[in-house]
């Protein structure tokens, strides 16, 4: 009796264990995964630097730009990230998490072309429209 009472309690650690590991490997896949995807849009802005104040500094989209499918493309790029950390906040934990929501409000603070997009497309990135009425 006391050797089927010990196999599982040894089971259960085992179980614990496994649980545990698994769950702090998909936390550091998460976190890997969405470190990458922002070097992405650090990428684009390193090759078309351009762009950049379309995204930080409030410039707005006017008809005679040249490069309005880049912007519209990197729009895209920068949501479809959002959206990504934003179904994977869980796996990223509090912190991190509190860290790239308040990247995301900035963004929309200081990107007119980030909100249009958005705002003409919200089926695309549901959770970023639920973000965004939570702020």
């Known amino acids: 009796m ?13 179980i614990l264990i496994s ?10 896949a998460a976190y890997d995964h969405s470190t990458q995807l922002f070097l992405e849009i650090d990428h684009a802005f390193m090759t078309y630097p351009d762009l950049r ?3 930080y500094d409030y410039r707005d989209l006017d008809d005679a730009t040249a490069d309005e ?3 519209r493309a990197v729009a895209e790029l920068m949501l479809d990230i959002f959206e990504w950390v934003l179904r994977h906040e869980y796996e990223l934990g509090g912190k991190e998490s509190e860290g790239w929501r308040d990247y995301f409000k900035d963004c929309f603070e200081t990107s007119p072309i980030l909100r249009s ?11 970023v429209g639920r973000f965004l009425k939570q702020i």
């Open 117 to 127: 997009f958005q705002d003409t497309n919200p089926s695309w990135h549901p959770r």
């Open 69 to 71: 499918d880049r912007i």
């Open 19 to 28: 649980i545990l590991l698994g769950t702090r490997s998909r936390k550091l």
């Open 53 to 55: 104040p379309y995204f």
């Open 2 to 14: 006391s050797l089927s009472i010990g196999a599982l309690a040894i089971s259960g650690l085992s």
